[in-house]
T-cell receptor, first 114, second 113 residues
Framework: DSGVTQTPKHLITATGQRVTLRCSPR?????VYWYQQSLDQGLQFLIQ???????AKGNILERFSAQQFPDLHSELNLSSLELGDSALYFC?????????????FGNGTRLTVT | AQSVTQLDSQVPVFEEAPVELRCNYS??????LFWYVQYPNQGLQLLLK??????LVKGINGFEAEFNKSQTSFHLRKPSVHISDTAEYFC???????????FGTGTKLQVIP
């Protein structure tokens, strides 16, 4: 058990809809990262937050947004969903925002857009 | 340009045989190197990491990796694999000062009984 909790585990929704994925980081970790994993794109970095502030942005679409709350949990909002957004979305956390800190991953949220 | 390459998408190997999973990177800045493993329906978990010091790094489950700066490689090895090692393995490289981890495309290790 990594200590990172993601909810829900599965999500099925229709095109055009909006969903929110939630992540609780490991106790004591200040950094939260979101990744998208799909068969054709592999594991893609979306965005990173550190102690409530956005730290780094990757291949995140404008239809997607995220935030980290004062209690350090994070939410990833996906809107105007398309079929191609179907993927496994992972949250990871680390104690700091330095690049020598290993990431601890949750078990992911599997999003299916129909 | 900064990149991570795992050339082998799938590696079949017989049980108790040795295995090497290859990882190469390209970078103009300092790097930290990691290997993660993903079992079916699970998130990634850290196998081992290279931050500094000895270039031979030992990890969990009997895996080890060697950092070769001149060849910009960080290959993962295990002298004798088990069925339970069947999983997907990801090489990851952290470039620069702040956390910016880039993952390779993954290598699926299939251990054959």
């Amino acid at each position: 058990d990594s200590g990172v909790t993601q909810t829900p585990k599965h999500l099925i929704t229709a095109t055009g809809q909006r969903v929110t994925l939630r992540c609780s980081p490991r106790s004591g970790d200040l950094s939260v990262y979101w990744y998208q994993q799909s068969l054709d794109q592999g594991l893609q970095f979306l965005i990173q937050y550190y102690n409530g502030e956005e730290r780094a942005k990757g291949n995140i679409l404008e239809r997607f947004s995220a935030q980290q709350f004062p209690d350090l949990h994070s939410e990833l909002n996906l809107s105007s969903l398309e079929l191609g957004d179907s993927a496994l979305y992972f949250c990871a956390s680390s104690p700091r925002d330095r690049n020598n800190s290993p990431l601890h991953f949750g078990n992911g949220t599997r999003l299916t857009v129909t | 340009a900064q990149s991570v390459t795992q050339l082998d998408s799938q590696v079949p190997v017989f049980e108790e045989a040795p295995v090497e999973l290859r990882c190469n990177y390209s970078s103009s800045v300092s790097v930290y190197l990691f290997w993660y493993v993903q079992y079916p329906n699970q998130g990634l978990q850290l196998l081992l990491k290279y931050l500094s010091g000895s270039t031979l790094v030992k990890g969990i489950n009997g895996f080890e990796a060697e950092f070769n700066k001149s060849q910009t490689s960080f290959h993962l090895r295990k002298p004798s694999v088990h069925i339970s090692d069947t999983a997907e393995y990801f090489c990851a490289v952290s470039f620069g000062g702040y956390q910016k981890v880039t993952f390779g495309t993954g290598t699926k290790l299939q251990v054959i009984p």
